[in-house]
């Protein structure tokens, strides 16, 4: 008896994983732990730092998981608001580092505000869209498109385009599972393909040169080619097997940049191979399906949208990561979903998880 009743005080709040997507995030998570295990043996201190992050945004993610879709209707709003202002005082008085302006000074902590906006721009859209659902008009939907220009364009000129990247997806995946007609969706991608020369005479000389980069990157093979020529000898040299953890040579003998944060899956292509890649690629559909399956089962307009946001989010994430490091696209400083160290990014993941938990639990509930 006294157990039960013990039980039934914690009960509500340990009980409040979706047992799926939880399992996903485990195996996610051990191979994480594999991977960066072998790609940080000579990095001090980072197997370590990685294990905290990876706490923390557990913790992070219970927390949020805690949360009523109605607190997080009500934070909607001051998180946007937040965020813009911060990403406005990061204009202002940043601190620059390697050439961009990204961060916020805060005494102890440096913060990054783009990150605020990644959760809080899908969350004020979808938050729009719900409470407009009844009268929803064209003009709606060209609001939204303002509130989602802002911090893009805040973002951008830090510069930050992978930020900026996933900022915008993941606000106007809002705007298209709220019913962007497929008519505007087909103008908007004609006009943007019109504009790409426009674009190119705005983009920095970074940028630009990323881009040819990418197109060919022998043309300067020991400098801004280095990271994506060695990358691709890493995973192509893992073949169909791989070579076996701990045994990849680019790894450990130091040739891959950046390997336990933005290029830690050529660590996991050459150790674990053709094989390895196929699996890890099943672990992030299943991730993905998860939380659309959620997003299908959700009981308000508010749910639908925030979790297919956040899905996106998800499959963002891992899309351009595996891009850019196997030489697809241009790299971009994006991290490999719960793969790569940084505590920023793995928090606000975390949060994403933590949100789909959350709109799993409520699926019942409706919200006028």
Request: aromatic share 12%; proline share 5%.
């Amino acid at each position: 008896m006294i157990k039960q009743r013990w039980w039934s005080r914690i009960k509500p709040y340990v009980d409040v994983f979706d047992r799926p997507l939880l399992t996903i995030l485990i195996v996610l998570v051990s191979v994480s732990l594999l991977t960066m295990f072998s790609s940080a043996y000579d990095f001090p201190g980072r197997m370590q730092g990685h294990l905290r992050n990876l706490l923390l945004a557990a913790l992070v993610m219970w927390i949020v998981s805690l949360c009523s879709p109605q607190t997080l209707m009500r934070a909607a709003v001051p998180i946007y608001v937040a965020g813009l202002i911060l990403l406005v005082l990061v204009e202002l008085a940043g601190v620059t580092k390697k050439g961009a302006t990204r961060w916020l000074d805060l005494g102890p902590i440096n913060i990054q505000p783009s990150e605020i906006m990644k959760i809080g721009l899908p969350l004020l859209l979808a938050w729009y869209f719900h409470k407009r659902e009844a009268v929803l008009q064209w003009k709606d939907y060209v609001i939204a498109t303002l509130l989602l220009a802002f911090p893009t364009i805040l973002i951008l000129k830090q510069p930050d385009l992978g930020t900026a990247i996933l900022v915008f997806s993941s606000g106007f995946a809002v705007i298209f599972f709220a019913g962007l007609s497929w008519k505007i969706l087909t103008g908007l991608i004609l006009t943007g393909l019109a504009s790409l020369p426009l674009v190119w005479t705005l983009m920095h000389d970074y940028q630009r040169q990323r881009v040819l980069t990418l197109l060919d990157p022998g043309s300067d093979p020991l400098g801004k080619g280095f990271h994506i020529i060695q990358s691709t000898v890493a995973i192509g040299s893992g073949g169909i097997l791989g070579k076996g953890w701990m045994q990849g040579t680019q790894t450990h003998l130091e040739f891959i940049p950046e390997r336990t944060t933005d290029f830690i899956f050529s660590v996991y292509a050459e150790e674990f191979g053709l094989i390895g890649n196929f699996v890890l690629l099943l672990i992030y559909f299943a991730l993905i399906i998860r939380g659309f399956l959620i997003a299908s089962s959700a009981g308000t307009l508010f749910g639908r949208l925030l979790a297919s946001a956040v899905t996106l989010i998800f499959f963002m994430y891992a899309f351009v990561n595996m891009g850019m490091v196997s030489g697809i696209l241009p790299v971009v400083g994006v991290p490999l979903p719960f793969m790569s160290y940084g505590g920023t990014a793995m928090i606000t993941l975390a949060i994403g998880c933590g949100i789909l938990m959350t709109i799993r639990r409520s699926r019942h509930l409706i919200q006028g």
